[in-house]
Each structure stands twice: as C-alpha cells, then as structure tokens.
C-alpha cells in the first residue's frame, strides 16, 4: 500500500479475553466511520482472532497478529504459524520492543519473522526504536539502522512495499513520556535514508512509516500532522473504542 492512506493500529497486549474483544469490535464498529484514507487496525489476543475475523467488517476493520512463531508447522510446542493466520489476519506486529526486550527476540529472530509474514501473504509492521539510555548516548541513528538492516536482511525491494515500518522509542512505550514531534521527525527521517541507502530512493519515499508510544486522544494530532508520519501505532489509548475512534477521526481530517 502505498502512503496514500493513514493506519490507524490498535495494540490491545495482554488485555481483553474472547469476550471483552467481541463486545470492544461491536462498539467500534458502530462508531467508528469508515474513510477511504483511513486504515483501522486492530491487535487482539491471539485468542480472539478467530472469533473476531467471523465477526468483523473488512472493509471498516483489519486485525492484526501481536505474535506468531516463523516456521510455517512442525513441532514447536505452544507456538501459532503465520501460515496459521493467513486468512485470518492481515497484519502482523514484528519486532515490538516487549517481544525485544521481555522475550528476547533477537534480530534472527525478527528476520525470520518478517519473511515468514510475508511467505503467507500478511503485512508485517516491523517495529524499531531506541532505549533510554541509547538516545542519551546519541545513538539513536545508529540503533534504527542496526535494527533495520537486521529486520530486512532478505527482504527484496518489492516485498519492502508490503511492509510497515513502526518507530517506536522504547523509553516512549506505556511510560506516558511521548517523544517530541520534532524527534520523530528526526527518527523517521533517518530511517527513510537508511532505507534510501539500502533499497533506492523511491522504496524509502512509498514505504509506510507510523510512530508509537505513549500516544493519547491529546496528542494524537500532533503525530499526524507531521509530514513523515503515516500513521499511528498505539497501545493504551486504543483499549478504550471512543478514544480509539476519536484518534481515527483526528486522522481522517488531518490527512491526506
Ligand atoms: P502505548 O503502547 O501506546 O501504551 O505506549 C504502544 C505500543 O506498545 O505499541
């Protein structure tokens, strides 16, 4: 897809069982309205999808993966495919700084993952950002590009259109601490170059780029108003469906 529309992800974590997601997508989806420049994503518990994907509208609604395993089947005790998902969801989180850092994703990892989602036709959102103590030593540069290149190692200049690219700072993620408009300007401008370096200019132009962290109904707008932001991913904020789809509605009059 090209940047011609806003997405708008929801990324519901460890919250909300079966029920409470159906109940949450019932009231989303009567009010939320749908607009051809926005996308609403949506990312349950695992748990839900199956329910939720019976249930859902496509064309108002997308639902997202939080997680998956990168082999396709086999014996790997407790763990869900994206060839599991395909069909199911159209999106898949990759790379989010709890998977990095709770879990210990490493970039092999993420990698593998992003090539598994787009082996089943779903979209991965490759999540990227710096810590704390990483933007205090001046390396966030540095951190983007590492995790770019370890995330995109095998991907070709035509899968990179399927992919969303998320800058997410860690310190940023359920602190309440947002990052500055001004910075992720910076951030998301570096890693357009990166990607300018590595696949061409006209791949780093068309690739979607979202921000992440600590977003709320209050600050939304000043993320969307930003020319190199194409989206938002946000966690908190989305488990509430007004505030959700009064975020929605900010981004469908502010662009494009
Ligand atoms: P937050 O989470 O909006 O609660 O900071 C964002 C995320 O984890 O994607």
Same mark, same amino acid.
């Given at each position: ?41 949506? /990312? ?25 395993? *990168? ?5 790997? @005790? ?26 210990? !994703? ?33 390396? @966030? ?14 991907? @070709?200049? !035509? !899968? ?32 357009? +170059? ?6 061409? /200019? ?20 000043? *993320? ?13 904020? +989305? ?9 929605? !509605?900010?981004?469908? @009059?502010?662009?494009?």
């Amino acid at each position: 897809m090209a940047r011609d529309k806003t997405l708008i992800i929801g990324n519901w974590k460890m919250n909300l069982g079966v029920h409470d997601s159906s109940l949450y997508l019932h009231k989303l989806a009567k009010v939320v309205k749908i607009h051809r420049n926005v996308e609403v994503v949506i /990312a349950p518990t695992i748990l839900a999808l199956q329910t939720l994907s019976v249930q859902v509208n496509l064309r108002q609604i997308k639902l997202a993966a939080q997680n998956f395993y *990168y082999r396709d089947h086999g014996a790997y @005790t407790g763990e869900v495919s994206a060839t599991m998902l395909r069909g199911i969801v159209q999106y898949v989180l990759v790379g989010h700084s709890e998977r990095r850092h709770v879990f210990h !994703e490493s970039d092999k990892d993420i990698r593998a993952k992003v090539q598994a989602a787009i082996r089943n036709d779903i979209r991965p959102i490759l999540c990227v950002g710096e810590t704390a103590g990483e933007k205090a030593a001046d390396e @966030t540069k540095d951190v983007l590009f590492d995790q770019l290149i370890g995330g995109l190692a095998n991907v @070709t200049s !035509e !899968e990179l259109e399927k992919i969303v690219i998320a800058y997410e700072p860690v310190w940023a993620i359920g602190t309440g601490k947002n990052a500055l408009p001004p910075d992720v300007t910076f951030a998301i401008q570096a890693i357009r +170059s990166q990607l300018k370096h590595l696949y061409g /200019a006209k791949a780093a132009a068309n690739i979607q780029v979202l921000y992440g962290g600590s977003v709320t109904a209050d600050s939304a707008a000043a *993320y969307l108003e930003l020319p190199d932001v194409d989206g938002l991913l946000i966690g908190g904020a +989305s488990l509430d469906a007004h505030i959700f789809s009064g975020i929605i !509605e900010k981004a469908y @009059t502010i662009k494009k």
